[in-house]
């Protein structure tokens, strides 16, 4: 086990090494202050203000701010659903791709435009190299820089007092993909050519098997296609985007996708980065860095404890097998021990268990173990995670504007214990900005039961679940949890490319995404007119221990008790009866 703490420690003290530097580079980015990249990319940034026909002079309402942003999600989604539509007919596909169905396009373009990545297909079989570039891949660098420009149009509704302006949606989308999310790319992006990530856009490669498969029915197979592609450009956004959406089917299970444990290091730091590090942003801007420190805190406490609970049950096993005698659970030098299906051995137990916790948390969805394959309980804290509402470092950007939405709740409640009016961060909270915070709060449990329910009920349904009984109910709820919180990854034993579950979880994502960044931005609109209310003795403190344990108290009354019903029925039933077929 000492081995195992060793991996996590390393990986995490990597991590928060790079967050504070990262998040006020950031800041100072989408502040408009020079960087070192300023000179560099002045006349780039120019020219395409000129081309979008904006300035960076000009501002925006929140109501200005939010069109603009559904616009260009609008444009994005028509552009990638018509390009699978077309893709038969269009270059660069060498393994002669055909079109997608109607139905199965419309959710994977707005999987993609919703920042979700939901997979309903197999990428190496089913994406041409075309599509992948041009749609997928550039797709994940819009989706990601939309909600970062959201949060900080939010921040700015904190900071500005008398207006009604919060910036400039098109100005805010340049600066972050040219600055920020561009050179983090390029540099993932050589790391990974560096560990063996295939970059080209050669055809499949058909290499002869050392060990020829005979079939059945007498059928020999010889020959084996090994696929390639432009896999590092679109892992590199995918992940630093929190995106997830792998090239290959397998993910970051595979090979090609990750092949190394340092490329799996790479991946992972990825992934929590840019979240983790906009806390300090928050900070920074706000001009008062322990309120982005306490954010940071709330988060890594709730993760870190679901780290070591998941770790347990999966490092435990499962009582079938202890029984069966055919496998060792006990960890040693020479065996992982514990429940290693669906586990790459590769990265063992801790390397799977982190990743699946911080994919989770971090609305990314990209995986390296199979989430389907968990202990009951391993799989149910993957699910609350999500279920949270994609708050414990979340998406980039819609991870801390959510964060938000519950602070909001929990300086009101704290304001009713003590009989005075909420502030946070100088501003009121009022009935306006609780019913926007609410229906933020409450969107992605009522998208989430709501559709679980309706998928129970569809007749047939039956025929796309690989399991049936509380398994099969859990890969439903994790399903709709995924795509109603815009995460993206899923249980594999659903088929989930049929119409039904294409086009409900798909109308799903699109309401979990822009349902919730409006009405947050129509909290910034509220907050950038109201003038600042100067802090008293009896101002609740935002950024001390006793807040951070306040914020994480809701957080799990709100987001875990909604759910608690729905959890009963999946991975908790079907932990008791694991437990209970052992005796």
């Not at 077309?86 to 660069?92: E, F, K, N, V, Y």
């Not at 340092?262 to 990825?270: A, C, M, P």
């Not at 935002?542 to 709100?558: A, M, P, Y």
């Amino acid at each position: 086990m000492l081995n195992t703490f060793i991996q996590i420690s390393i990986s995490l003290a990597l991590l928060f090494m790079l967050i504070k530097p990262v998040g006020i580079y950031i800041a100072k980015v989408m502040n408009g202050e020079n960087v070192f990249l300023s000179r560099l990319g002045a006349p780039l940034e120019r020219l395409v203000y000129n081309l979008l026909g904006t300035s960076k002079y000009e501002e925006m309402n929140w109501k200005q701010y939010s069109l603009s942003m559904l616009i260009c999600s609008t444009m994005g989604f028509a552009f990638v659903y018509a390009l699978l539509m077309l893709q038969g007919a269009l270059p660069l596909n060498p393994q002669r791709m055909t079109g997608f169905q109607a139905d199965l396009a419309f959710n994977t373009a707005a999987s993609f435009a919703t920042n979700t990545n939901w997979q309903a297909y197999i990428g190496e079989a089913s994406v041409s190299y075309l599509t992948q570039m041009l749609g997928l891949t550039v797709q994940n660098f819009l989706s990601a820089a939309a909600g970062i420009a959201a949060l900080f149009a939010i921040i700015r509704g904190f900071t500005r007092t008398g207006t009604d302006n919060i910036g400039n949606f098109w100005v805010d989308m340049v600066r972050c993909i040219l600055y920020v999310l561009l050179p983090l790319s390029l540099i993932v992006s050589l790391g990974l050519v560096s560990q063996g990530v295939v970059q080209n856009i050669s055809p499949a490669k058909e290499v002869s098997l050392v060990e020829p498969i005979r079939l059945e029915n007498g059928d020999v197979i010889d020959i084996q296609a090994i696929p390639m592609g432009p896999a590092a450009s679109q892992i590199s956004i995918k992940q630093l985007g929190t995106n997830g959406g792998g090239v290959f089917n397998a993910n970051s299970a595979h090979p090609l996708e990750n092949p190394t444990p340092l490329s799996n290091l790479l991946e992972w730091l990825s992934i929590l980065l840019i979240p983790a590090s906009l806390c300090y942003s928050f900070g920074y801007v706000v001009r008062d860095m322990r309120q982005g420190r306490a954010l940071l805190a709330a988060m890594t406490v709730m993760f870190l404890l679901c780290l070591a609970v998941a770790m347990a049950t999966e490092q435990s096993g499962t009582p079938q097998l202890s029984q069966q005698g055919m496998v060792d659970l006990k960890y040693s030098d020479s065996a992982s021990g514990g429940n290693m299906e669906g586990k790459e051995v590769r990265f063992g137990i801790a390397n799977s268990v982190l990743w699946a916790i911080s994919t989770t948390a971090a609305s990314n969805g990209s995986v390296n173990s199979m989430h389907d394959s968990y202990t009951p309980m391993g799989g149910m804290l993957l699910m609350l995670l999500i279920q949270l509402g994609e708050v414990v470092f979340g998406g980039v950007g819609s991870g801390l504007y959510g964060m938000l939405a519950f602070v909001i709740l929990a300086v009101f409640v704290a304001g009713l214990m003590v009989g005075r009016t909420p502030e946070y961060l100088g501003k009121k909270i009022e009935p306006f900005e609780m019913k926007m915070a609410s229906i933020v709060i409450l969107i992605p449990p009522v998208l989430v039961l709501a559709g679980t329910a309706c998928a129970c009920l569809y007749p047939g349904i039956s025929d796309f679940i690989g399991n049936k009984g509380a398994h099969g109910f859990s890969e439903l709820l994790y399903a709709y949890s995924s795509a109603g919180n815009n995460n993206g990854s899923a249980f594999a034993g659903l088929d989930a490319d049929n119409a039904f579950l294409n086009i409900s979880l798909g109308i799903a994502m699109i309401i979990g995404r822009f349902g919730t960044m409006v009405p947050m931005l129509a909290v910034a609109g509220s907050f950038a007119q109201k003038r600042k209310v100067p802090a008293s003795v009896g101002t609740l403190a935002t950024h001390d221990t006793l807040f951070v344990g306040l914020l994480i108290s809701v957080i799990l009354i709100v987001g875990a008790l909604s759910f608690f019903p729905a959890l009963a029925l999946g991975p908790i039933a079907e932990h008791l009866q694991m437990q209970s077929a052992a005796k």
